[in-house]
């Protein structure tokens, strides 16, 4: 998971703020991880969005 895609060189990963990225210092690679379960409190969760919807909807 951690390998370069392209030349299977280990990854170097730089942190900047909230932002990770992770690079390949041999070839130059660089992309940016999808990992959306460290991201946490990213809002509503789906629970909390289904009661809005229903209560909208139901109040009336
Ligand atoms: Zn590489």
Same mark, same amino acid.
């Given at each position: $998971?951690?390998d370069? %895609? +392209?030349?299977?060189? %280990?990854? /170097?990963?730089?942190? $900047? =703020? /909230?932002?990770?990225?992770? !690079?390949?210092?041999?070839? =130059? @690679?660089? &992309?940016? %991880?999808? &990992?959306? /379960?460290?991201?946490g =409190?990213?809002g /509503? !969760?789906?629970? &909390?969005? @289904?009661? +809005? @919807?229903?209560?909208?909807?139901? =109040?009336?």
């Open positions: $998971m951690n370069c %895609p +392209r030349c299977q060189a %280990p990854l /170097e990963r730089l942190t $900047m =703020g /909230e932002v990770t990225t992770i !690079s390949c210092t041999r070839c =130059g @690679f660089a &992309d940016v %991880p999808v &990992d959306h /379960e460290s991201q =409190g990213e /509503e !969760s789906w629970q &909390d969005a @289904f009661n +809005r @919807f229903y209560n909208h909807y139901s =109040g009336h």
